[in-house]
């Protein structure tokens, strides 16, 4: 894929385009990209300069341009799992360019399906596809060129990163069952353990205002930046806290004194994802207003029995029914136990209050 002629290119992008064609659900899943589902996944990842994005671009592309990944914006790129293509500069080696989605840090490699480079000749390609293929709709749009458009809006930005898919699973439900948004305003959560942000960002981008919780402050800073990417800065506010050296009262104060600033209405949902302060999830029922939810995934004890054999200690371990026992009188929409990839056990757990007291 280094030779960029016209034919070479035709050739490249026709080969990968039977493979897509063959089974377009391999590649392109749109479920995500619902209304309402917050922001909208992108399927290629654009490298190339903003200037040249702006220029010409491929409507369902995320422009994170090559340096920008040398400098630390790995967040920003799809998970390992989700399957992509790769758009350079054109005048890119774009063997080279793929090479750096071979291996991660883990060295475990990308789903990485194609790698091109960003000539006219590519997007006359895929205007070609676009426009043969507008009336069967067979790839949805996938191949849409944008010319001359120029930078999206941050609201209009698509993502490649992902929320973590028990989140974006599971919180729906909840806001359905708690009718979250009934009373006009934008309901408030805790995301606790926010680390880069992608799941407050993307929770932020459903309605909600999020108050991000970590004591890691690169990812705090990362976490605001993702929120000014996608335009939800208003409604993210970012708190450096260790939980572990607060009591839980004195942590709510210092979240109420935020709301109070920021004239948000009171927390009605907390959520954790691979984080565990069990102090905290104890006097969550008795602090949490009536109409509210907790959803929490973490792992489970037998994590140390795996291969990959951590966490460990107690204190970083659910028991089996712990969540369950602390929100008896809640109502579930989910307690499950879940296996990662890795064989890892780790609970998959969600309740609802309801409006009266209990």
Same mark, same amino acid.
């Given at each position: 894929?280094?030779?960029?002629?016209?034919?070479?290119?035709?050739?490249?992008?026709?080969?990968?385009?039977?493979?897509?064609?063959?089974?377009?659900?391999?590649?392109?899943?749109?479920?995500?990209?619902?209304?309402?589902?917050?922001?909208?996944?992108?399927?290629?990842?654009?490298?190339?300069?903003?200037?040249?994005?702006?220029?010409?671009?491929?409507?369902?592309?995320?422009?994170?341009?090559?340096?920008?990944?040398?400098?630390?914006?790995?967040?920003?790129?799809?998970?390992?799992?989700?399957?992509?293509?790769?758009?350079?500069?054109?005048?890119?080696?774009?063997?080279?360019?793929?090479?750096?989605?071979?291996?991660?840090?883990?060295?475990?490699?990308?789903?990485?399906?194609?790698?091109?480079?960003?000539?006219?000749?590519?997007?006359?390609?895929?205007?070609?596809?676009?426009?043969?293929?507008?009336?069967?709709?067979?790839?949805?749009?996938?191949?849409?060129?944008?010319?001359?458009?120029?930078?999206?809006?941050?609201?209009?930005?698509?993502?490649?990163?992902?929320?973590?898919?028990?989140?974006?699973?599971?919180?729906?439900?909840?806001?359905?069952?708690?009718?979250?948004?009934?009373?006009?305003?934008?309901?408030?959560?805790?995301?606790?353990?926010?680390?880069?942000?992608?799941?407050?960002?993307?929770?932020?981008?459903?309605?909600?205002?999020?108050?991000?919780?970590?004591?890691?402050?690169?990812?705090?800073?990362?976490?605001?930046?993702? %929120?000014? $990417?996608?335009?939800?800065?208003?409604? @993210? +506010?970012? #708190?450096?806290?260790? *939980?572990?050296? !607060?009591?839980?009262?004195?942590?709510?104060?210092?979240?109420?004194?935020?709301?109070?600033?920021?004239?948000?209405?009171?927390?009605?949902?907390?959520? %954790?994802? $691979?984080?565990?302060?069990?102090?905290? @999830? +104890?006097? #969550?029922?008795?602090? *949490?207003?009536? !109409?509210?939810?907790?959803?929490?995934?973490?792992?489970?004890?037998?994590?140390?029995?795996?291969?990959?054999?951590?966490?460990?200690?107690?204190?970083?371990?659910?028991?089996?029914?712990?969540?369950?026992? @602390?929100?008896? #009188?809640?109502?579930?929409?989910?307690?499950?136990?879940?296996?990662?990839?890795?064989?890892?056990?780790?609970?998959?757990?969600?309740?609802?209050?309801?409006?009266?007291?209990?």
């Amino acid at each position: 894929m280094t030779g960029h002629t016209d034919a070479v290119v035709e050739r490249n992008f026709n080969r990968w385009l039977e493979r897509v064609q063959d089974n377009p659900v391999r590649f392109l899943s749109r479920a995500e990209n619902d209304e309402g589902s917050g922001v909208s996944r992108a399927f290629f990842l654009d490298v190339r300069d903003a200037q040249h994005f702006a220029s010409t671009r491929l409507r369902w592309s995320s422009n994170v341009p090559l340096r920008a990944l040398d400098e630390g914006a790995a967040y920003l790129i799809p998970p390992r799992t989700a399957r992509f293509a790769l758009i350079c500069d054109a005048d890119a080696n774009v063997d080279e360019a793929a090479k750096k989605f071979e291996s991660d840090f883990k060295g475990v490699a990308w789903s990485l399906e194609a790698a091109f480079a960003g000539t006219p000749a590519f997007f006359d390609a895929c205007a070609a596809i676009d426009e043969s293929d507008a009336t069967e709709s067979k790839y949805n749009g996938l191949f849409e060129v944008v010319r001359g458009g120029g930078t999206p809006a941050p609201r209009d930005r698509l993502r490649l990163w992902q929320p973590s898919p028990e989140l974006a699973r599971w919180l729906p439900s909840v806001e359905r069952k708690m009718d979250a948004f009934k009373d006009g305003r934008r309901p408030t959560c805790l995301d606790v353990g926010s680390g880069a942000g992608r799941d407050a960002v993307w929770v932020a981008s459903r309605g909600w205002n999020v108050v991000a919780i970590d004591n890691d402050k690169r990812g705090l800073d990362r976490c605001r930046s993702l %929120a000014e $990417r996608h335009g939800v800065e208003a409604s @993210v +506010r970012t #708190l450096d806290l260790d *939980l572990n050296k !607060r009591a839980s009262e004195e942590t709510l104060a210092t979240i109420d004194k935020i709301l109070a600033l920021e004239s948000w209405s009171p927390v009605l949902a907390v959520y %954790a994802v $691979r984080y565990l302060h069990k102090p905290f @999830v +104890r006097d #969550l029922p008795r602090m *949490l207003p009536n !109409r509210s939810a907790v959803l929490w995934f973490h792992f489970m004890r037998g994590c140390e029995r795996t291969s990959v054999g951590r966490p460990t200690k107690d204190r970083d371990l659910l028991e089996p029914n712990e969540l369950r026992d @602390v929100f008896a #009188l809640w109502d579930v929409i989910i307690d499950e136990v879940v296996e990662l990839p890795d064989g890892r056990p780790v609970s998959s757990f969600a309740v609802v209050r309801g409006e009266k007291e209990v």
